[in-house]
């Protein structure tokens, strides 16, 4: 009787949850989150279905809260209905993005990598660490080689810090998933 209970509050706490995201949130912001709910759940069944380890279950969760967060974050000191396409990384994980790795400790925040992603920060989920990047649109890309050329600064393509945002004659781009 007690777990009835608790399950029912639980769903309706959710249901709030998710009608007050859809309140705060813009069509592109709610889409991308709710991507990331039903990735969630193909997690969670292939998890019930014993079709996954559980070192693996928890990882692709953490990672899944990771870009959740970095999705809200973006979404709600934007105030705007876009977000860029989002990659999350653990440290171990760093030569799937990028053909030189950068040292964790080295990335900050806004600097660009390789032209191709903006690192945005470093979210915590449940004891792992996941290193957040938008990655460049092609406009965003040749920009950054631009100004790489303009202060022809040897190494410039590794790693340049570009704390700004887009520029405001940018054109919006789509939200794709990651």
Excluded: W
């Amino acid at each position: 009787m007690l777990c009835a209970a608790s399950s029912a509050v639980f769903a309706q706490h959710t249901r709030r949850a998710r009608a007050s995201e859809d309140d705060e949130f813009g069509p592109n912001v709610r889409a991308y989150l709710g991507y990331l709910r039903n990735e969630q759940e193909v997690v969670d069944d292939r998890a019930s279905r014993q079709e996954i380890r559980r070192a693996y279950y928890l990882h692709n969760s953490n990672r899944i809260y990771a870009l959740r967060q970095m999705a809200l974050r973006i979404a709600r000191e934007s105030n705007n209905d876009y977000l860029p396409e989002l990659e999350a990384v653990s440290q171990g994980e760093f030569d799937q993005l990028f053909e030189s790795p950068p040292k964790p400790e080295e990335l900050q925040a806004g600097a660009t990598l390789e032209y191709k992603y903006k690192f945005l920060g470093v979210v915590a989920a449940r004891g792992e660490r996941f290193y957040l990047f938008a990655r460049l649109d092609p406009y965003e890309q040749a920009e950054e080689r631009k100004k790489a050329e303009a202060g022809a600064q040897p190494g410039a393509h590794a790693a340049t810090a570009n704390p700004s945002t887009t520029p405001s004659n940018a054109r919006p781009r789509r939200v794709t998933s990651p």
